[in-house]
């Protein structure tokens, strides 16, 4: 991560020549330094400014997703969870908390892969339509 930080930072840097500008500072150093050469480091230091700004925008977001939250996404969502371990399950032998949190029937142990596989398609369905219109719940 942070190596990733630093190839954008130095991305950055080179399009905007912030490094060149640095040297080309460095070689009219004086002291006391003049006026000129104090406003020449403020823009500089205001172009590391904004590439940094730029940079930490990009790591610093924190994608918790694309959906607001609301019961009933997060309810369909789990529906999704369980069919798709019941699928998986091959001796259809499934935790019947898992079954009751999903609110499913207790008879999904008898269902065959098929059926499994169209309810499957059906709650991803319905997930999808909810969220679409999850700003509204």
Not at 70 to 94: E, F, P, T
Request: net charge positive; glycine share 4%.
């Amino acid at each position: 991560m942070v190596a990733n930080y630093h190839s954008w930072f130095k991305q950055k840097a080179i399009a905007t020549q912030l490094l060149q500008k640095v040297r080309e500072l460095e070689g009219l150093v004086a002291y006391p330094a003049s006026e000129s050469l104090i406003k020449k480091y403020e823009e500089v230091d205001k172009l590391r400014c904004k590439i940094v700004e730029y940079v930490e925008s990009k790591f610093r977001k924190l994608k918790m997703g694309q959906v607001a939250f609301s019961r009933k996404v997060g309810d369909a969502g789990r529906v999704i969870s369980a069919w798709i371990i019941i699928l998986k399950s091959k001796s259809r032998r499934i935790s019947s908390r898992l079954v009751k949190k999903a609110g499913l029937p207790s008879e999904v142990r008898a269902l065959n892969t098929e059926e499994v596989t169209a309810k499957l398609k059906e709650a991803h369905e319905k997930y999808y339509a909810l969220k679409a219109n999850s700003k509204q719940l």
